[in-house]
DNA sequence: ATGTCCTAACTATTAGGA
């Protein structure tokens, strides 16, 4: 069972791009973020053509999420409870295996945040307040949460390193939620599984930033003890940040996980 | 140079991204 997240900066302007992915790395369920399109012109029918189904919980221009799956699953939540104000970053499903397995899938878009002055930075932090209630309201043994978390966990997570701590993504307020969801029982799997390793998910469009390795880890897969010890590998695609041909990447990398489930 | 790139939007400039 291969799970991926991906933020994909505009779903219409990637499509093809995102094809070539999904028959490249077949994965089995994709959580994705930054659709930037209303539900009404989701492509159901182009992804049903390649075997999966969707939920959706988009909005016009801005934000929104979709699961897509090759095995059956079930809407659980759309959004966060008294944040839908701050945009579609929330979507659950139920997921049932061939083998049987039935677990939750979460993907969310977490807030930005701006800058440490702007107020989208407090917001930013109520918002993760509001996703640690949910998480805790539904708990289940096995869920796994994946996404943009807009957090770099650690200083070997971000190309400045210890220069860059204290500045957004790298203060203790907003590294404090991402350790809430640790002592919930947490974990994330590429961490986990690769201690030492310096990979990054999301680089900068300008200045060459991709070439120059000044790149963020701020795309993970967290998830509960069942899930965690089924796991056999995690990748962070960096092949699918490239340019392919005429077409332009996300800023971001798919990043996936294999389990036996 | 509050630079650079990319997307979506009342198609031209602006907002938002991280």
Sequence with gaps: MRLATWNV?????????IDLWLQDRQPDIVGLQELKTPDDVFPHEHFEALGYQALVHGQKSWNGVAILAKHPMTLKQQGLQDQEDFGARLITAEVTTPKGTVFDFTTVYCPNG?????A???RKLEWYKSLNAY???NAVAKHLICGD????????DGWRGEQGEGTIFYTKEE???????????LTDLFRNRYPDRQEFSWW?????????KHGLRIDFLLATQPLVDATTEVIIDRDYRRKIEDLTA?????????LNI
């Design 175 to 185: 590294r404090q939620h991402l350790q809430d969801f640790v002592d919930l029982g």
């Design 120 to 122: 989208d930075f407090g």
């Design 135 to 137: 998480w805790q309201q």
């Design 204 to 212: 900068d469009y300008r200045g060459g930033a991709f070439h120059r």
């Design 114 to 118: 701006k800058t440490l002055e702007h």
């Design 149 to 156: 978390f807009n957090i770099v966990p650690e200083a070997i």
């Design 9 to 17: 900066n505009g779903l219409r302007a990637r499509l093809d791009y």
């Design 250 to 258: 996300s800023d971001h990398a798919p990043v996936f996980a294999d």
